[in-house]
């Protein structure tokens, strides 16, 4: 069973930029399709990205689309996030996924693995 630790979290001014990591251990990462949501408070568990299990397909949420990219490395068993332009409307806590199954998209409900999360703090 895959272990995924989220990094990368911090405060960051409008505007600016964060990277994430996610580190899985424990399983064969190529054989996991990874992805990322976020969580404000009071609000629902909400897609920002993913992408499947040989990296050929990714998919980013609309609000991140032009600002955020997603990429992973199966030498470190590493997946990212490069967040731009961040918005004030970006903060939350950041969890790291992860599935068995060959998925770009879905619900939280489809993904197995989770991380702990990375809090992601926008201030203006």
């Known amino acids: 069973q895959v272990q995924l630790t989220e990094s990368g979290g911090g405060v960051v001014q409008a505007g600016g930029s964060l990277r994430l990591s996610c580190e899985a251990s424990g399983g064969t990462f190529k054989t996991y399709s990874m992805a990322w949501f976020r969580q404000a408070p009071g609000l629902e568990r909400e897609f920002v990205a993913a992408?499947?299990?040989?990296?050929?397909?990714?998919n980013i949420r609309d609000s991140g689309k032009g600002r955020f990219a997603i990429s992973r490395d199966s030498a470190k068993n590493t997946m990212t996030l490069q967040m731009n332009s961040l918005q004030l409307d970006d903060t939350a806590v950041y969890y790291c996924?992860?599935?068995?199954?060959?998925?770009?998209?879905?619900?939280?409900?489809?993904?197995?693995?989770w991380g702990q999360g990375t809090q992601v703090t926008v201030s203006s």
């Open positions: 996924a992860a599935t068995e199954r060959n998925r770009w998209t879905g619900p939280p409900r489809h993904w197995d693995y």
């Open positions: 992408i499947n299990r040989n990296g050929d397909t990714t």
